[in-house]
């Protein structure tokens, strides 16, 4: 099988941008479109015509450079049929349980609703990816803004099926204060101080933390760790249920200031 390129790179302040390519068809994606002068700057580099977008959910700073991109390419629009009215351009509305072909792939459409209510990831099982955009960050999870905590407690957990080599794209470089974050709640896990100073170490040479893969996330990310005995003991909650101890981690973290 060819191979698909995929390179990230950062766009406005703090979104990741992504692009996939395959070279003997030349199909060529955008995971979400933040900013269309960073995309269309990344693909020129390379002398690569856009082909598809893939669009997780509505918010601007994943939809603003849609109609600028497809004036420009031409490119198809494929994102969530729960929010087709709130997102510009979009041609093919998909999904949850529904797979398509790209480039010779299987991309399944996952719903995960709760930081938006339509938001969707999408997942190329053979090429051991996922991109969860504002749903699954390493070693954090995304803002619950229009959903329920029960529905991004759903959205995350299911991740959790995924093998341990798979690569997660996501939305954000929130990774350095979401490390901090975690560490207040589970100070003693090995695997995420390690992370922790790798991230800084990164971010001190200007690098990028993701992908990460889902192995590191099973092992360092709290929302994917609910059952952790020492995470429950700090908490106080060893005998509350999974939605419980996810919703105190995912409130605690909405009021969390770094220092
Ligand atoms: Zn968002
Ligand atoms: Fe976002």
Known sequence: ?????????MCRSDNYGLILHESKSGSTAAIDAPDA????????????????????HHHADHTDGILQLKELFGCKVIGPAAEADKIPGLD???????????????????????HT???????MPEEFSLFAADTL?????GRVIEGTMEQMYHSVTQFKSLPPLTYLYCGHEYTLA??????????????????????????????????????DEFKTNPYLRLNDPAIRRNLGMESATD?????????AK??????
């Open 1 to 9: 099988m060819s191979h698909i390129d995929m390179r990230p790179f």
């Open 92 to 114: 093919i509305a998909v999904r949850g349980g529904e797979s398509f072909q790209w480039a010779g792939r299987k991309v399944d459409v996952i719903d995960c609703p709760g």
């Open 243 to 251: 939605l419980e101890v996810f919703t105190t981690i995912r409130r």
């Open 254 to 259: 909405d009021v969390f200031k770094s220092a």
């Open 178 to 215: 979401n490390c901090t974050f975690a560490l207040t709640i589970d100070p003693d896990n090995r695997h995420l101080q390690a992370r922790r100073n790798e991230v800084e170490a990164l971010i001190k040479q200007g690098k990028m933390t993701c992908p990460s893969s889902m192995g």
């Open 137 to 141: 960050f390493s070693v954090g999870c």
């Open 117 to 123: 209510k339509g938001h969707i990831a999408f997942h």
């Open 37 to 56: 002068d960073a995309i269309e700057k990344e693909l020129r580099k390379f002398g690569r015509q856009l082909t598809h977008i893939f669009v997780t």
